[in-house]
């Protein structure tokens, strides 16, 4: 028997709030690497949950796995665990293990002695080898020698690898129903706000600090559903195109967009990090179309990931490239085009299909001995061509006075839904 927590649901949202307040509370050495906060959307919160909410499930749980983990697991027979799951989402620290016997049994009677063994395993780095293949799997896949496993690794912590983007200032995005921003660092750099500051969590070495945005190409998904006028789509039928691109050709002149849109539709993971918040459209008009709320949502994407960037700076990171991957990256132009106007800094998009394959296929030829380093392997298999978006320096002042009035709006608005839910 199994159960199975989706990481986008948020009803351990009381778990994670208490969590917080204890943690704070207790000075627990945790919060210094995961923005100073607890989300819902994490392990512990998600395993308190079952712990008070389904006695009957949690008593007879044994083991408690992030997918990277779950699947190594079965391939290999090992349990083992992958230091970016452990560190950003599990509320592990490196060099102190899992929070305190206090703050756990006051979360919840006994359970210090439960959640260290359901999240019991050897915590491995990207890289390194987490078994064989059993014989089980070599008999199902027709394979007659070993196989190293590379050890789990979350979906949005491989393109980084792919991308090439394993040095000292290096920044890899990853667009798709969501979004995952992650820098590369020398230096440790608390960021609050953030979902996490770890070393080795990506690349070996360097600490990976890592924020993102829930609701980016979901929230366009909502608006072709929910939202798109039949007219619109009719045309795009009529024209042989996705309604996407028939919107990104209506768009003139995206700097002068009077309308603001907020990417809150499934809360704010970063910058701040509040899943209650929820999504904003501001400045519609009689005159407003359908386009003008499609760009506003790309606009709000972009400004997302400038307010994690603008955090990072403020707590004394450096950017020195942006590589991005993922389908939305691939597929639209004018979203990429609108990151690198309001960021106002260029934007390398890969020219491969699975970002997240391909750094998997890279760590697992690091762990399987083929390259010495996951430097070495970057190096003979990461992406090589890429389509640059350089920002728009004749609107240059246009964009940062957008991106400025749109900022003040979040903060507005952070601060006003926060009433209304008091």
């Given amino acids: 028997m199994a159960l199975v927590k989706l990481w986008k649901r948020h009803s351990a949202q009381r778990q994670a709030d208490k969590a917080l307040a204890l943690a704070r509370e207790m000075n627990e050495p945790f919060l210094s690497q995961t923005g100073e906060t607890v989300s819902s959307e994490w392990m512990l919160p998600k395993v308190l949950e079952t712990c008070e909410e389904d006695t009957e499930a949690f008593a007879k749980t044994d083991l408690t796995l992030d997918l990277c983990d779950y699947l190594t697991y ?6 083992t665990r992958a230091i970016s799951s452990m560190s950003f989402k599990s509320q592990w620290l490196q060099g102190y293990g899992f929070p305190s016997a206090d703050y756990l049994d006051a979360l919840h009677p006994g359970f210090a002695a439960r959640y260290p063994y359901l999240m019991r395993g050897d915590v491995l780095r990207p890289g390194e080898a987490a078994g064989e293949l059993t014989d089980e799997w070599k008999q199902r896949l027709h394979l007659t020698q070993g ?3 590379a050890a789990g690794q979350q979906d949005g912590f491989t393109p980084p690898v792919a991308l090439g983007a394993v040095g000292d200032g290096d920044a890899s995005l990853v667009l798709g129903t969501s979004t995952v921003l992650m820098l590369q660092s020398r230096t440790p750099c608390t960021v609050e706000g953030l979902c996490g500051v770890v070393r080795s969590g990506a690349v070996p070495e360097l600490y990976s600090i890592e924020g993102g945005q829930n609701c980016t190409g979901d929230m366009l998904g909502w608006y072709m559903t929910n939202m798109l006028p039949e007219s619109c789509a009719q045309e795009a039928r009529e024209k042989g195109v996705s309604a996407h691109t028939l919107l990104s050709q209506r768009v003139v002149r995206p700097w002068e967009n009077r309308l603001i849109a ?15 918040l929820s999504g904003f459209l501001m400045g519609m008009t009689l005159s407003s179309r359908p386009e003008d709320i499609y760009l506003a949502m790309l606009q ?3 400004v997302g990931t400038r307010e994690i960037i ?71 298999m990461s992406a090589k061509q890429f389509v640059r978006y350089m920002p728009d320096e004749a609107h240059r002042k246009d964009y940062e006075r957008r991106y400025h009035r749109a900022a003040k709006v979040r903060a507005d608005m952070a601060r006003l839904m926060h009433e209304m839910e008091n």
């Fill in 310 to 380: 603008e955090q990072c700076r403020r707590n004394g990171a450096t950017f020195t490239a942006i590589r991005a991957t993922g389908g939305v990256a691939k597929k639209n132009p004018l979203l990429m085009q609108q990151y690198a106007d309001i960021l106002g800094l260029p934007i390398a998009v890969a020219d491969i299909e699975q970002g997240g394959a391909q750094g998997a296929a890279i760590l697992a030829a690091v762990a399987a001995g083929v390259h010495p380093t996951v430097k070495a392997a970057c190096a003979a």
């Fill in 147 to 149: 196989v190293t496993v």
């Fill in 262 to 276: 907020i990417d809150w539709w499934n809360g704010s993971r970063s910058a701040p990090c509040d899943l209650q």
């Fill in 74 to 79: 079965r391939l290999t027979g090992r349990v």
């Fill in 300 to 302: 709000g994407m972009a």
